[in-house]
């Protein structure tokens, strides 16, 4: 059986921890802001204008909240971490310094050739990530079609207030619900694209290897751009929960291509 190689990521405790707590506060503020959309529903303003004018300004804020949460997290907490992850990935490829927050058992390869280990780790992290989007799709498919189907009983129904349909509309189709799933459906198919691709030119004729070098960093350029056009930050609880299964899967691909 093969052996698991203990892993040190003092990158994701510096960088990714932030991440995720601003990630976990958008979603709150998000909800916070449906739920006070739904009972400014049950308020009469003409017999309660105090708690009406006041429920109002609440809501205002937390859109505001939740609008500057969110670019914080696109502008800055989500660059910030991968960018530091490229360092590392980059130091552990090339064998260079570039940071001295690195990783321990994080790439596990034995390719000797930067060229190689660039492939090899871009590889990896592609069979990772895509397992990983995987797992999380099935919370979001679900979450998805039941707000979706919240949305199609309350716009059907002739009986349904106005209100209700805008209240509806607005937490279905906002970036924490439909577009969520589809940016994470669309990243799941870049990182199976893209473990492809590599596992491919692993199988291939490496001798050529102005060819290898050329595909591997496209591929790696491929993985990368998806991730930041997604938007996404790939679940940590689930990447601890699935990583003992996926490291020994990792080991078996490894004997398989020769890495």
Not at 5 to 11: A, E, K, M, Q
Not at 14 to 25: G, S
Not at 60 to 88: K, N, S, T
């Amino acid at each position: 059986m093969a052996s698991i190689t203990p892993r040190s990521d003092p990158i994701h405790g510096r960088y990714f921890v932030a991440l995720d707590k601003a990630n976990v506060w958008a979603d709150r503020v998000f909800y916070f802001t449906a739920l006070v959309s739904v009972v400014v529903l049950f308020v009469e303003r003409a017999e309660y204008p105090l708690l009406f004018n006041v429920l109002n300004v609440v809501f205002a804020f937390a859109v505001v909240a939740v609008f500057c949460i969110g670019l914080a997290v696109r502008l800055y907490w989500m660059p910030r971490a991968d960018e530091a992850r490229i360092q590392d990935f980059f130091a552990k490829a090339y064998d260079i310094p570039l940071t001295h927050i690195t990783t321990t058992g994080y790439y596990n390869n034995d390719a000797t050739d930067a060229v190689r280990r660039v492939a090899a780790q871009a590889l990896e992290n592609a069979f990772f990530s895509k397992n990983i989007a995987l797992t999380m799709l099935v919370l979001e498919r679900w979450r998805a079609f039941a707000y979706a189907a919240l949305w199609v009983f309350a716009a059907i129904n002739r009986t349904t207030d106005i209100g209700w349909i805008v209240a509806v509309s607005q937490i279905v189709f906002s970036e924490q619900i439909i577009s969520k799933w589809l940016r994470l459906e669309w990243l799941r198919q870049k990182f199976e694209a893209t473990y492809s691709t590599l596992y491919q030119l692993f199988l291939g004729d490496q001798k050529s290897s102005a060819n290898f070098r050329a595909r591997s960093v496209a591929a790696f350029v491929m993985y990368e751009s998806a991730k930041a056009n997604a938007a996404v930050t790939l679940s940590t609880k689930v990447f601890h929960r699935l990583n003992p299964t996926l490291t020994v899967e990792w080991e078996t691909i490894k004997q398989t291509l020769k890495i």
